[in-house]
């Protein structure tokens, strides 16, 4: 599902979304880097607002930024940038195609994991909250 700006005004499958992760205990936003349309800040901004307007302590909840597809982008600059606008979040700059910098987000996630998953997804059993 995907949040947008009319997602907080009932519409669409984005406020089903949101009052899904209602119940999560932490939450991390996942960014497309090598997007034209939207830059990086640009769209986790947007998201951060739409978070705050439907359930202000869901922002509090926000533990860090995947950033994905670095693979795509000419040099480090943008990932940068997003760490100055977003100081208080850990980034994990990954990309997701090449399996690279994949144990930053394990890293990331590590601490705020609330089941016993398993390294290898494969089992089918992987789950989490």
Do not use: W
């Not at 978070?51 to 940068?80: C, H, Q, S, W, Y």
């Not at 910098?101 to 059993?125: F, M, Q």
């Amino acid at each position: 599902a995907v949040v947008s700006t009319q997602s907080t005004g009932g519409r669409g499958l984005g406020h089903s979304f949101l009052k899904h992760i209602e119940r999560c205990q932490s939450l991390l936003y996942v960014v497309d880097m090598a997007c034209e349309d939207h830059p990086a800040v640009e769209t986790i901004s947007i998201l951060h607002k739409e978070l705050e307007a439907f359930n202000p302590d869901l922002v509090d909840r926000i533990v860090g930024i995947i950033a994905n597809k670095i693979d795509l982008l000419p040099g480090p600059e943008a990932v940068i940038d997003l760490a100055r606008a977003f100081p208080k979040l850990s980034i994990a700059p990954v990309s997701a195609m090449h399996s690279r910098n994949i144990s930053a987000v394990r890293t990331l996630v590590e601490p705020y994991k609330t089941l016993n998953v398993p390294d290898d997804a494969a089992s089918g059993n992987s789950f989490v909250s």
